[in-house]
């Protein structure tokens, strides 16, 4: 394990047993017996520790996307795996999440407000490189933008969902993506994820 991924994982740590706004960088320093300027090598602040904690879930999406069977899936159970295994890396510490993300809304954090958008986008571009989304201009906007809102919409949900392996979430994750997928059929050329490789048609019989 690194060094940044031992901060990052004592600093959650520290926020479960105090809070997010709670936490300081010279608490985490302490228990892992490092100096300020240990952190500092792998944290300008304390929000970037919040990026890496999304960055790991990132990761974790984009290495579901690598198991057997996956390409075989049909588009919307490709989204539903991705973003669920998304989710799955951040259920350890849902309390710290969640006040990660309402932080970011305080009064004054208009640049943290800014970056989460593009940290928003970031996350939804790698989502649409996993589930193979091959839809170009001007489907691509609509795709991203359809995409973008069950993202968020299945977050927030998430984030308030006590179920036994947020299986409210995924119910309402699933419900969400078959939205969307209605609403493709009604847009000539939106091509959306790739979907199951056509089976070969069958020979037609000799007469």
């Known amino acids: 394990m690194t060094t940044k991924d031992k901060i990052l994982d004592a600093a959650l740590d520290l926020a479960m047993r105090k809070s997010w706004e709670g936490l300081r960088l010279h608490d985490v320093a302490a228990e892992l017996q490092l100096g300020l300027n240990d952190v500092r090598a792998c944290f300008r602040e304390k929000e970037d520790i ?3 904690w999304f960055d790991r879930a990132d990761a974790a999406m984009l290495q579901a996307g690598t ?3 996956f390409a075989d899936l049909l588009p919307r159970e490709r989204l539903h795996r991705l973003i669920m295994a998304w989710l799955a890396v951040l259920s350890s510490h849902r309390r710290v999440t969640r006040e990660m993300i309402y932080g970011k809304f305080e009064p004054g954090h208009v640049h943290y407000q800014f970056a989460g958008l593009l940290r928003v986008s970031r996350t ?3 989502l649409r490189e996993a589930a193979h989304c091959d839809a170009e201009l001007p489907w691509r906007a609509f795709e991203e ?3 973008t809102a069950i993202y968020l919409a299945t ?3 998430w984030m308030r969902d006590e179920s036994g392996n ?3 979430t995924s119910v309402f994750l699933d419900r969400m993506l078959g939205r969307a997928e ?3 059929r009604y847009f000539p050329g939106f091509s959306g994820p790739r979907a199951k490789a056509d089976a070969p048609a069958p020979a037609t019989p000799k007469t």
């Open 50 to 52: 919040s990026d890496a």
């Open 155 to 157: 977050f927030f949900y």
């Open 182 to 184: 209605c609403l493709t």
């Open 145 to 147: 933008t359809g995409l």
């Open 166 to 168: 947020a299986a409210r």
């Open 67 to 69: 198991r057997p069977g």
């Open 124 to 126: 939804v571009q790698w």
